[in-house]
């Protein structure tokens, strides 16, 4: 069966910083490139980035280039999130992806406020 398991959500003030995690299960976690996407209320859903099933190619979404940082450890089949110099407009729910199985977590809610 196959899972995804967002967790590390949570209110925090602008310019702070919070990690999500992605716990992967059911799958061969190593074998498949994985996403991030965000939805914020009353919007659709935005990808936030994509890593390759090796972790050495990362890109994206404009948005958050430079403050965000998608990486992922195969040997424990977890991918991560770390969000720095958080704006309001970041709030939302975040989920992780698997964009070749269709695979979706159930998302963890990031709250940017002060």
């Known amino acids: 069966q196959v899972q995804l ?5 949570g209110l925090v003030q602008p310019g702070g910083s919070l ?3 992605c716990a992967a299960s059911g799958f061969t ?3 498949y490139g994985m996403s991030w996407y965000r939805q914020a209320p ?4 935005e990808r936030v980035g994509f890593i390759n099933s090796g972790g050495s190619s990362v890109t994206y979404a404009e948005s958050v280039k430079g ?3 998608i990486s992922r450890d195969n040997a ?3 991918l991560y999130l770390q969000m720095t110099s958080l704006k309001p407009e970041d709030t939302g729910v975040y ?3 698997v964009p070749s199985r269709g695979f979706w977590g159930q998302g963890t809610q990031v ?3 002060s």
């Open 67 to 69: 403050r965000f940082t």
């Open 76 to 78: 424990k089949n977890t």
């Open 5 to 9: 398991v967002e967790s590390g959500g």
């Open 95 to 97: 989920f992780c992806n």
């Open 42 to 45: 009353g919007k659709e859903r």
């Open 111 to 113: 709250t940017v406020s």
């Open 19 to 21: 990690r999500l995690s």
């Open 29 to 31: 976690f190593r074998s």
